[in-house]
């Protein structure tokens, strides 16, 4: 039989201090094909099981030394014997005492004097029921075990495509707003050029021709009436006072084109295929420069100033474009929580609390640390924990894809192996954190 083979590899334990119950069970059991174990009292026994594992155990209640109640109690506490089943053998015919025996552990009872049939009857159930236990729990096992792995499975497929998501989406968002940035900062480029390169020769030429007027009206005393009315009302020495500042005003306006154009050039550099150097206080600056737009006073609230507090930061090796990205998505994120927070504010409480966006460098442990901080109104603990999901936002439905933080997530630690971090309480405002190795 197939429980026999199995069994001849594991025996049957019979314990009991009578020596005649011992030499009948176990012939009636050797008979039928069982291996045998036996122990003669319950300390014998709990060694014997601990040692060597029986498939079940048959076993007497009323011994010296320890009785079966203890026995069982003992093989029960052990892990390596609690799931031995344990079949009682008594005479006691109590009820009190068959239920205290089911509440120690024991699966059944036989009541002596026994009968050699129904012990062989009953070993074979609870043997049987013992293997199929067994067996489902090991087929149990293994289910979990393939449910676990194909659930891993899966988490790794979703993570590599959100991954994949992640990086088109940042990889187009850089290249459109690169070609954009950059084709619209050559166009400001070329005519600012032209306009600069002939600011001196205009002054130049203006300052001749009134040199000319003033010297031709020192050496003619004799004008006619009618130049004299031309010249009056050309207003001259109006002209002269007032040109040269015109001159500089438009120099000015020139000179702050250039500037923005230089950050447009700072901010679209397309550096995807090797890293290059990069100032960050430049990168900031140019960002900031970008978004002044959105930093004026409007109907809703005052102007946001900006505190910067900027430390000596060496040249760091970067993939430029994508880092200003980042903080370019930091700073826009900052100033949608400040226009946010300003909803829910009285007048009076804004004069109070101006908002600022405050940033914040310094190098630690030979790496750049950028900390972008605002004093809106916060976030929860529970929307801070998924700020770098994929799609997750907490902007209003066609204000933002969810995407923002994560790309940024990717760029940091990812692409450059540093850190990005959020601290946040609510009412006093939200800070990022930025660490970047510095090579």
Known sequence: MLELTRL?????????????????????LRNAGW?????????????????TPPAL????????????????????????????????????????????????GAVDYITKPFQAEEVLARTNIH???????????????????RVAERTRNLKISLEKLERTQIKLVQQEKMATLGNLVAGLGHEINNPVGLIFSNIAPIKEYLTNLLDAIRVYQEVNDDLTPEIEAEIEQLEIEFISEDFPKLIESIETAVKRLKSISSSLRIFSRADTAAKTFLDIHDGLDSTLLILKYRLKKNERRPKISIVKDYGKIP?????????????????????????????????????????????????????AIIRIGDNGKGMTEEVMAKIFESSFTTKAVGKGTGLGLAISR????????GTIKCRSE??????????????
């Open 8 to 28: 001849s590899q594991q025996p049957i334990m019979i314990v009991d201090d009578n020596p005649n119950n011992l030499k009948v069970l176990s012939q009636s």
């Open 35 to 51: 291996l045998v174990a036996i122990a003669k009292s319950g300390e014998i026994a709990l060694k014997q099981a601990n040692h």
């Open 57 to 104: 155990i048959l076993l007497d209640v009323m011994m010296p030394g320890i009785d079966g109640f203890e026995t069982c109690q003992r093989l029960k506490a052990n892990p390596h014997t609690m799931d031995i089943p344990v079949i009682f053998m008594t005479a006691l015919s109590d009820p009190i005492d068959k239920v205290k025996g089911l509440s120690v």
């Open 127 to 145: 043997y049987k029921l013992r293997s199929l236990t067994k067996e489902l729990r090991e087929q149990n096992d293994i289910l979990e075990q």
């Open 315 to 367: 040249l760091i090796k970067c993939y430029a474009g994508q880092v200003n990205q980042v903080l370019m998505n930091l700073l826009a994120n900052a100033i949608d929580a400040l226009d946010e927070a300003v909803e829910i504010l009285t007048d009076r409480e804004l004069e109070a609390n101006p908002k600022r966006i405050t940033i914040t460098t310094r190098v630690a442990e030979e790496r």
């Open 410 to 417: 990717q760029i940091i630690e990812e692409k450059h192996g």
């Open 426 to 439: 609510v009412g006093k405002g939200t800070e990022f954190e930025i660490a970047l190795p510095i090579s």
